[in-house]
């Protein structure tokens, strides 16, 4: 049997070191160089987050007391006032549900919620009407903005009958608002009061 020449089997011994070397940074070394650097953009965000929060908590340690009550009042005008405020926000929603004559056929308010300082009332609603009421009551729920405030909305249209009238169409609406007293700043109140 033949031996290859010694320039061949180098350049085949280059060729196969080359190819371990691709293999090794394929497999092992990318995969780890990217899972690092995704790492470092994450800690480099969440540094740049907590110099942000550190500098809105310094600044709004040197709110005067006018400053902070005229923005309670600004706040205030945003949410509901209380906690217990869920049956108004539900009522205020089934007003203006019934001003849009639209039919309401599921009204479901689940527990408020505590979300940071705020608490956040949440319902969900199915209705049918004609296109025309179901825009106003989008356009009025828009209105009342923030402190009604459209989170999902899904609109359903039955099949066409091939008639001349159209159809009603079918509404899901999640709407939310908060109130500027957290539900557990209640609980101490009440604690506190026996």
Do not use: C
Not at 24 to 35: D, N
Not at 100 to 127: H, I, N, W, Y
Not at 151 to 177: C, T
Request: glycine share 6%.
């Amino acid at each position: 049997m033949r031996e290859l020449p010694t320039v061949t089997r180098r350049l085949f011994a280059v060729s196969i070191l080359m190819l371990g070397l691709i293999a090794a940074w394929s497999l092992l070394l990318r995969p780890l160089y990217r899972a690092t650097a995704g790492a470092i953009e994450r800690l480099n965000d969440a540094r740049f987050e907590l110099r942000r929060l550190e500098m809105l908590a310094a600044e709004n340690d040197r709110l005067t007391p006018d400053e902070l009550v005229r923005q309670k009042q600004v706040i205030a005008t945003l949410v509901f006032p209380s906690r217990v405020d869920n049956a108004v926000f539900v009522g205020a929603v089934d007003d203006l549900v019934r001003k849009s004559g639209v039919q309401l056929t599921e009204l479901r308010a689940s527990d408020p919620s505590d979300v940071g300082a705020l608490t956040r009332f949440s319902l969900d609603l199915r209705a049918t009407a004609r296109e025309e009421e179901l825009v106003q009551l989008l356009v009025w729920i828009g209105s009342h903005r923030p402190l009604l405030t459209i989170e999902r909305a899904v609109i359903m249209s039955p099949p066409s009958s091939g008639g001349v009238a159209p159809l009603p169409l079918s509404i899901e609406l999640r709407i939310f608002g908060f109130s500027a007293e957290p539900q557990g700043a209640v609980l101490k109140a009440k604690s506190s009061d026996q």
